[in-house]
Nanobody
């Protein structure tokens, strides 16, 4: 069993920055397999940070230059650094990992960007 806990969301003005954290507890999992999604009100969940072919993750092409992924293995934590935030980035952000065929989601953290 893996438990993912996100933190770091909040209210920020357009143009500002936030760093979200996703910390894993419980069973050992591949920290490089952790990805980020977001879901805006009335919209489907969107992949923010997909896996790449080498098993690592990076930010989606549409978010390049604004979103960046980093990891701290010792802390079992994956970070999502978000810069130049726009009102359309407002959403609940979730981290996700699949481990041994089981999907694990965090509880989500709200990011609200005011114009």
């Amino acid at each position: 069993q893996v438990q993912l806990v996100e933190s770091g969301g909040g209210l920020v003005q357009a143009g500002g920055s936030l760093t979200l954290s996703c910390t894993g507890f419980g069973s050992i999992f591949d920290i490089y397999a952790v990805t980020w999604y977001r879901q805006a009100p009335g919209k489907q969940r969107e992949l923010v940070a997909p896996l790449t072919t080498d098993g690592t993750t990076k930010s989606a092409d549409s978010l390049k230059g604004r979103f960046a992924i980093s990891r701290d293995g010792a802390k079992r934590t994956v970070y999502l650094r978000m810069d130049s935030l726009k009102p359309e980035d407002t959403a609940v952000y979730y981290c996700f990992v699949e481990d041994l065929g089981i999907d694990y989601w965090g509880q989500g953290t709200q990011v609200t960007v005011s114009s």
